[in-house]
C-alpha cells in the first residue's frame, strides 16, 4: 500500500514562510509534485521534482518564491515556500506519479499523478 502524508501547514502572516513536508511509503514513485486547491477553486499545480535528475518545475507565481527538494534517503519531498500572501491560502496535497519515457519529463496535470496525500492546509492572513 502506498501512502503520501503531508505536513507542515498552518496560519501564518503575509510575509512569513513555511515548509510543506510529504513523506512516502510503500513504494518509489519517479516524480512526486505539490498541487493546491483553495475553496471554490480547482486543484492547480504548485511545483514537481523528478528522482533520477531532480528536474523541476514550478508554477509560474510561484517560482520566484517556492523551492520544491527531494531527500530520497528520507523519502521525503519539501516545499519550501517564502514570502507568503493570502492567495497562497489553500489546501496543500503532494502527488506522486510514475516514471515517463522521457526521464527528463517533469508532470505537471493532475491526471499524470496517480497517488494522492490527504493534503495540509495553509492560511495567510493579511
Known amino acids: 500500500q502506498v501512502n503520501l502524508v503531508e505536513s507542515g501547514g498552518g496560519l501564518v502572516q503575509a510575509g512569513a514562510s513555511l515548509r510543506l513536508s510529504c513523506t512516502l511509503s510503500?513504494?518509489?514513485?519517479?516524480?512526486v509534485g505539490w498541487f493546491r486547491q483553495a475553496p471554490g477553486m480547482e486543484r492547480e499545480f504548485v511545483a514537481a521534482v523528478t528522482r533520477n535528475f531532480g528536474d523541476k518545475r514550478y508554477k509560474d507565481s510561484v517560482k520566484e518564491r517556492f523551492t520544491i527538494s527531494r531527500d530520497n534517503a528520507k523519502s521525503t519531498i519539501y516545499l519550501r515556500m517564502n514570502n507568503l500572501t493570502p492567495e497562497d491560502t489553500a489546501t496543500y496535497y503532494c502527488?506522486?506519479?510514475?516514471?515517463?519515457?522521457?526521464?527528463?519529463?517533469?508532470?505537471?496535470?493532475?491526471?499524470?499523478?496517480?497517488?494522492w496525500g490527504q493534503g495540509t492546509q495553509v492560511i495567510v492572513s493579511s
Open positions: 510503500g513504494r518509489t514513485f519517479y516524480t
Open positions: 502527488a506522486a506519479a510514475p516514471r515517463s519515457s522521457d526521464l527528463r519529463y517533469v508532470a505537471s496535470r493532475i491526471e499524470e499523478y496517480t497517488v
